[in-house]
Protein backbone atom coordinates (compact mmCIF):
# COMPACT_ATOMS: atom_id res chain seq x y z
CA UNK A 1 0.00 0.00 0.00
CA UNK A 2 3.07 2.48 -1.16
CA UNK A 3 0.72 4.68 -2.18
CA UNK A 4 -1.79 5.21 0.60
CA UNK A 5 -0.34 7.94 2.07
CA UNK A 6 -2.71 9.45 4.68
CA UNK A 7 -6.02 8.19 4.11
CA UNK A 8 -7.53 9.75 0.68
CA UNK A 9 -7.78 7.14 -2.03
CA UNK A 10 -5.43 7.95 -4.80
CA UNK A 11 -7.94 9.09 -7.13
CA UNK A 12 -9.09 11.45 -4.61
CA UNK A 13 -5.22 12.68 -4.43
CA UNK A 14 -4.97 13.05 -8.32
CA UNK A 15 -7.91 15.43 -7.88
CA UNK A 16 -6.35 17.59 -5.22
CA UNK A 17 -3.04 17.55 -7.03
CA UNK A 18 -5.11 18.66 -10.52
CA UNK A 19 -7.11 21.29 -8.18
CA UNK A 20 -4.34 22.95 -6.73
CA UNK A 21 -2.69 23.12 -10.37
CA UNK A 22 -5.59 24.70 -11.21
CA UNK A 23 -6.06 27.21 -8.24
CA UNK A 24 -2.39 28.23 -9.34
CA UNK A 25 -2.96 28.91 -12.60
CA UNK A 26 -5.61 31.22 -12.35
CA UNK A 27 -3.67 33.47 -9.88
CA UNK A 28 -1.12 33.46 -12.15
CA UNK A 29 -3.61 34.85 -14.41
CA UNK A 30 -5.02 37.18 -11.91
CA UNK A 31 -1.10 38.56 -11.46
CA UNK A 32 -0.91 38.43 -15.35
CA UNK A 33 -4.45 40.12 -16.19
CA UNK A 34 -3.59 43.34 -13.69
CA UNK A 35 -0.20 43.75 -14.76
CA UNK A 36 -1.71 43.89 -18.51
CA UNK A 37 -4.40 46.06 -17.43
CA UNK A 38 -0.90 48.41 -15.47
CA UNK A 39 0.55 48.55 -18.91
CA UNK A 40 -2.61 49.37 -21.20
CA UNK A 41 -2.58 52.88 -18.75
CA UNK A 42 0.53 53.34 -17.21
CA UNK A 43 2.91 51.64 -19.78
CA UNK A 44 4.13 54.19 -22.28
CA UNK A 45 6.20 52.01 -24.10
CA UNK A 46 3.96 50.72 -26.67
CA UNK A 47 6.23 47.13 -26.53
CA UNK A 48 6.01 46.91 -23.05
CA UNK A 49 2.16 46.92 -23.40
CA UNK A 50 2.25 44.33 -26.42
CA UNK A 51 4.50 42.06 -24.11
CA UNK A 52 2.39 41.61 -21.57
CA UNK A 53 -0.93 41.90 -23.45
CA UNK A 54 0.89 38.42 -25.62
CA UNK A 55 1.45 37.09 -22.29
CA UNK A 56 -1.79 37.26 -20.96
CA UNK A 57 -2.97 35.84 -24.39
CA UNK A 58 -1.24 32.37 -23.69
CA UNK A 59 -3.70 32.10 -21.08
CA UNK A 60 -6.88 32.03 -23.10
CA UNK A 61 -7.92 29.11 -25.93
CA UNK A 62 -9.36 30.78 -28.98
CA UNK A 63 -10.44 34.05 -27.38
CA UNK A 64 -9.19 36.91 -25.85
CA UNK A 65 -10.51 38.41 -22.42
CA UNK A 66 -8.97 40.77 -20.17
CA UNK A 67 -7.55 44.45 -21.32
CA UNK A 68 -8.31 45.55 -24.72
CA UNK A 69 -5.46 46.21 -27.34
CA UNK A 70 -4.31 49.93 -27.30
CA UNK A 71 -3.17 51.76 -30.57
CA UNK A 72 0.53 51.78 -31.20
CA UNK A 73 0.34 55.57 -31.57
CA UNK A 74 -1.36 56.92 -28.67
CA UNK A 75 -0.82 60.82 -28.48
CA UNK A 76 1.14 61.57 -24.85
CA UNK A 77 -2.68 63.83 -24.21
CA UNK A 78 -4.78 60.66 -24.84
CA UNK A 79 -1.96 58.38 -22.57
CA UNK A 80 -2.48 60.62 -19.96
CA UNK A 81 -6.25 60.71 -20.52
CA UNK A 82 -6.12 56.95 -19.78
CA UNK A 83 -3.94 56.88 -16.76
CA UNK A 84 -6.36 58.26 -14.25
CA UNK A 85 -8.31 54.79 -15.03
CA UNK A 86 -5.45 53.08 -13.45
CA UNK A 87 -6.91 53.93 -10.14
CA UNK A 88 -10.20 51.92 -10.67
CA UNK A 89 -7.86 49.02 -11.15
CA UNK A 90 -7.32 45.84 -8.95
CA UNK A 91 -6.72 42.18 -9.27
CA UNK A 92 -9.45 39.72 -9.53
CA UNK A 93 -10.63 38.44 -6.52
CA UNK A 94 -10.80 34.60 -6.73
CA UNK A 95 -14.08 33.22 -4.32
CA UNK A 96 -13.66 29.52 -5.20
CA UNK A 97 -13.27 27.36 -7.71
CA UNK A 98 -15.96 23.80 -9.02
CA UNK A 99 -14.94 20.89 -10.92
CA UNK A 100 -17.43 19.40 -13.38
CA UNK A 101 -16.52 16.06 -15.18
CA UNK A 102 -17.53 17.60 -18.27
CA UNK A 103 -19.12 14.92 -21.05
CA UNK A 104 -17.03 16.41 -24.07
CA UNK A 105 -14.63 18.23 -22.17
CA UNK A 106 -13.63 16.06 -19.50
CA UNK A 107 -12.23 17.62 -16.49
CA UNK A 108 -13.41 21.48 -16.20
CA UNK A 109 -12.84 23.89 -13.96
CA UNK A 110 -15.13 26.91 -13.34
CA UNK A 111 -13.54 29.76 -11.42
CA UNK A 112 -15.48 32.51 -9.53
CA UNK A 113 -13.57 35.98 -9.37
CA UNK A 114 -14.69 39.53 -8.92
CA UNK A 115 -14.28 42.25 -11.21
CA UNK A 116 -10.99 44.20 -12.10
CA UNK A 117 -12.38 47.60 -11.62
CA UNK A 118 -12.49 49.14 -7.93
CA UNK A 119 -16.03 49.21 -5.67
CA UNK A 120 -16.78 49.12 -2.39
CA UNK A 121 -18.06 45.62 -2.42
CA UNK A 122 -15.88 42.41 -3.43
CA UNK A 123 -18.82 39.74 -5.46
CA UNK A 124 -18.73 37.63 -8.09
CA UNK A 125 -18.46 39.44 -11.48
CA UNK A 126 -16.52 36.78 -14.09
CA UNK A 127 -16.51 32.98 -14.46
CA UNK A 128 -13.27 31.45 -16.54
CA UNK A 129 -13.64 28.25 -17.07
CA UNK A 130 -10.40 26.22 -17.25
CA UNK A 131 -9.96 22.87 -19.49
CA UNK A 132 -7.05 20.62 -20.65
CA UNK A 133 -6.51 21.39 -24.71
CA UNK A 134 -4.83 17.84 -24.75
CA UNK A 135 -1.58 19.35 -22.97
CA UNK A 136 -1.90 22.02 -21.75
CA UNK A 137 -4.68 24.18 -19.66
CA UNK A 138 -6.42 27.31 -20.82
CA UNK A 139 -9.44 29.26 -20.07
CA UNK A 140 -12.03 27.63 -22.58
CA UNK A 141 -15.20 30.21 -22.14
CA UNK A 142 -15.85 33.68 -20.08
CA UNK A 143 -19.38 34.13 -18.59
CA UNK A 144 -20.55 36.97 -16.50
CA UNK A 145 -23.12 37.80 -13.49
CA UNK A 146 -26.27 38.11 -14.57
CA UNK A 147 -26.74 42.14 -13.55
CA UNK A 148 -30.06 41.65 -13.18
CA UNK A 149 -30.51 38.87 -10.53
CA UNK A 150 -26.64 38.61 -9.34
CA UNK A 151 -26.04 35.02 -10.64
CA UNK A 152 -28.84 34.05 -8.72
CA UNK A 153 -31.17 33.23 -11.50
CA UNK A 154 -34.56 34.57 -9.75
CA UNK A 155 -36.17 37.94 -9.89
CA UNK A 156 -38.74 37.67 -6.83
CA UNK A 157 -39.03 33.93 -7.02
CA UNK A 158 -39.71 34.14 -10.64
CA UNK A 159 -37.00 32.74 -12.75
CA UNK A 160 -35.05 35.51 -14.37
CA UNK A 161 -35.94 37.37 -17.62
CA UNK A 162 -32.55 38.62 -18.01
CA UNK A 163 -30.63 35.48 -18.33
CA UNK A 164 -33.63 32.69 -18.39
CA UNK A 165 -32.32 31.59 -15.32
CA UNK A 166 -28.78 30.59 -15.81
CA UNK A 167 -27.45 33.08 -13.37
CA UNK A 168 -24.38 34.07 -15.92
CA UNK A 169 -24.04 35.69 -19.20
CA UNK A 170 -21.54 34.13 -21.83
CA UNK A 171 -18.62 36.70 -22.38
CA UNK A 172 -15.91 35.03 -24.90
CA UNK A 173 -14.92 31.77 -25.78
CA UNK A 174 -16.72 28.20 -25.87
CA UNK A 175 -20.44 28.30 -25.15
CA UNK A 176 -21.67 26.33 -22.66
CA UNK A 177 -24.83 24.77 -21.13
CA UNK A 178 -24.68 26.04 -17.57
CA UNK A 179 -27.39 23.34 -16.05
CA UNK A 180 -25.41 20.00 -17.79
CA UNK A 181 -21.82 21.29 -16.57
CA UNK A 182 -21.78 17.34 -15.83
CA UNK A 183 -21.42 15.63 -12.72
CA UNK A 184 -19.87 18.16 -10.02
CA UNK A 185 -16.36 16.33 -8.76
CA UNK A 186 -14.94 18.99 -6.31
CA UNK A 187 -15.44 22.68 -4.34
CA UNK A 188 -12.85 24.13 -3.39
CA UNK A 189 -13.51 27.84 -1.36
CA UNK A 190 -10.85 30.55 -1.30
CA UNK A 191 -12.99 33.38 -0.02
CA UNK A 192 -16.46 34.38 0.31
CA UNK A 193 -18.49 36.97 -2.10
CA UNK A 194 -19.29 39.57 0.31
CA UNK A 195 -23.07 39.65 -0.81
CA UNK A 196 -25.23 37.36 1.10
CA UNK A 197 -26.81 36.28 -1.75
CA UNK A 198 -23.79 34.52 -3.00
CA UNK A 199 -22.80 33.75 0.30
CA UNK A 200 -25.47 31.17 0.35
CA UNK A 201 -24.38 29.77 -3.26
CA UNK A 202 -20.83 29.78 -1.73
CA UNK A 203 -21.65 28.12 1.04
CA UNK A 204 -24.00 25.43 -0.11
CA UNK A 205 -23.30 23.69 -3.21
CA UNK A 206 -21.33 20.56 -2.28
CA UNK A 207 -19.22 18.07 -4.23
ZN1 LIG B 1 -30.49 36.86 -14.36
Redesign the pocket.
Known amino acids: MGWALGERPLAERMRLRDMEDIIAFMQAFVAKEYEAYRALYAEREYAVFAQRRRELDQFFFWFRGGPPYRSPDQSDEEFDAAKAALNNIRPRTLFQIKQYEHPVLGNLYRSYTSDTLSTDATNYFANFFVAYDGTDRRIVAEYLV ?1 L ?2 QG ?2 E ?1 DEDI ?1 P ?2 N ?3 WEHFGGIELDLENLGPLIAVRRLQPPDSHAQRMDYVLEQA
Open positions: CICSGVCECGEG
